[in-house]
Nanobody
């Protein structure tokens, strides 16, 4: 069974940094794009950043220049380095990935359970 498990969230002061990790585990044939989303209370879940297998990245305008997405294909892990954090970055951050399980060639989307990031003084 394929799972995505996030870690690295927490409480940080404005201007601080956090690094989120998301590891995929289980019987996996392949992983294509990996993404980070976030959802603030009472708001929709929004795409923050994405990265392809080849390392091409894309960012929401609100995080450009502050956040960096990266991945380690050997470890089936995606990271989100968040710098210069602002109170408006407070949200639950979710990992998402397009994964083909070992028993199938068909990609499907998987989600992690989410990790809370709170930016407050």
């Amino acid at each position: 069974q394929v799972r995505l498990v996030e870690s690295g969230g927490g409480l940080v002061q404005p201007g601080g940094s956090l690094r989120l990790s998301c590891a995929a585990s289980g019987s996996i044939r392949s992983i294509n794009a990996m993404r980070w989303y976030r959802q603030a209370p009472g708001k929709q879940r929004d795409l923050v950043a994405s990265i392809t297998t080849a390392g091409r990245t894309n960012y929401a305008d609100s995080v450009k220049g502050r956040f960096t997405i990266s991945r380690d294909n050997a470890k089936n892990t995606v990271y989100l380095q968040m710098n210069s954090l602002k109170p408006e970055d407070t949200a639950v951050y979710y990992c998402n990935a397009d994964i083909a399980p070992a028993y199938s060639v068909t990609l499907r989307g998987y989600w992690g359970q989410g990790t809370q990031v709170t930016v407050s003084s």
